[in-house]
């Protein structure tokens, strides 16, 4: 499975970006799909997925909106109200489930930097 990311980029602090993972299947057979970041020097961590329902971490909370549009095969995330801690390279993913194990995808990885 194929997942391209994009829509990265510099943006100034409290600016918008959003961002686009396109998968090479329908979206809709995934259980979970959604977007992990890794600021510079850190693990990586969680943004927001979208399954049987929305998880946000905390700290995008109110500024960033997960979304899909299945008849596109993409998944969305809105980020508004951008700060420098939001930097990092952003992962696209997709969990696929059979009866008996779950595959991750991850995609390429596009890079936000917020700074003026």
């Known amino acids: 499975v194929q997942l391209q990311a994009s829509g990265g980029g510099l943006v100034q602090p409290g600016g918008s970006l959003r961002l686009s993972c396109a998968a090479y299947?329908?979206?809709?057979?995934?259980?979970?799909v959604g977007w992990y970041r890794q600021p510079p020097g850190k693990q990586r961590e969680l943004v927001a997925t979208i399954g049987s329902r929305i998880n946000y971490a905390e700290s995008v909370k109110g500024r960033f909106t997960i979304s899909r549009d299945i008849a596109k095969s993409t998944v969305y995330v809105q980020m508004s109200g951008l700060q420098p801690e939001d930097t990092a390279v952003y992962y696209c993913?997709?969990?696929?489930?059979?009866?008996?194990?779950?595959?991750?995808?991850w995609g390429q990885g596009t890079l936000v930097t917020v700074s003026s």
């Open positions: 993913y997709a969990q696929y489930c059979t009866i008996e194990t779950c595959i991750d995808f």
């Open positions: 299947r329908s979206i809709d057979s995934f259980k979970t």
